[in-house]
């Protein structure tokens, strides 16, 4: 199976500083059909999660582009160029490339300092 | 605009059912995968079973494969899950979400299994 591990669990920023969220994979998310199915969700307190980015790299309708992600192979990141307080939440990472099912990371709680 | 609605949650015992369903509406439902997620209060992330566009492939986790069962109603825009021999770990947040890729979910719905 599948195993994500995200770092760090836990994430102070500065309102105003850079973000980022690691995300690795125990074996390559290359899928045989070329595509990489790594996915970002964003859980704001009290809300279902949404996600962010899809594919790596590819921003959800109605993301702020303050968040990017990036990444190949069993390596990859979550970034946020300038935290806002709307930011502060649970970030997880998933794969999808292995079937069955998805493999979510444990998540990165992010927190204003 | 794209709205899951989740129901059917609740308090049960262990070894009892129970069914949920999610109300799809905003997208043509019969194009998609559909998919369960549970959560458990205050923990991370977990899936638990999907179902192809036309219903003949379903895939499940491990820990529910013989009590649960993923189906849908395409007339009806529908996604179920009825959960059988419920254990007390089975106790989460249960999410209906769009694709195999969750890009849009529910508001979820409580499942609690208790004596």
């Known amino acids: 199976d599948v195993v994500m591990t995200q770092s760090p669990l836990s994430l102070p920023v500065t309102l105003g500083q850079p973000a980022s969220i690691s995300c690795r994979s125990s074996?390559?998310?290359?899928?045989?059909?070329?595509?990489?199915?790594l996915n970002w969700f964003q859980q704001r307190p009290g809300q279902s999660p949404r996600r962010l980015i899809y594919?790596?790299?590819n921003r959800d309708s109605g993301v702020p582009d303050r968040f990017s992600g990036s990444g190949s192979g069993t390596d990859f990141t979550l970034k946020i160029s300038r935290v806002e307080a709307e930011d502060v939440g649970v970030y997880y990472c998933?794969?999808?490339?292995?079937?069955?099912?998805?493999?979510f990371g444990q998540g990165t709680k992010l927190e204003i300092k | 605009e794209v709205q899951l609605v989740e129901s059917g949650g609740g308090l049960v015992q262990p070894g009892e059912s129970l069914r949920l369903s999610c109300a799809a509406s905003?997208?043509?439902?019969?194009?998609?995968?559909m998919t369960w997620v549970r959560q458990v209060p205050g923990k991370g992330l977990e899936w638990v079973a999907n179902?192809?566009?036309?219903?003949?492939?379903?895939y499940y986790l491990d820990s529910v494969k013989g009590r649960f069962t993923i189906s849908r109603d395409n007339a009806k825009k529908s996604l179920y899950l009825q959960m059988n021999s419920l254990r007390v770990d089975d106790t989460a947040v249960y999410y209906c979400?769009?694709?195999?890729?969750?890009?849009?979910w529910g508001q979820g719905t409580l499942v609690t299994v208790s004596s």
């Open positions: 979400t769009r694709g195999r890729g969750s890009g849009y």
């Open positions: 905003g997208f043509t439902f019969s194009t998609y995968w």
């Open positions: 179902i192809k566009e036309d219903g003949y492939e379903k």
């Open positions: 074996q390559s998310l290359v899928s045989s059909d070329g595509n990489t199915y």
């Open positions: 594919k790596v790299s």
């Open positions: 998933m794969q999808g490339t292995h079937w069955p099912g998805n493999t």
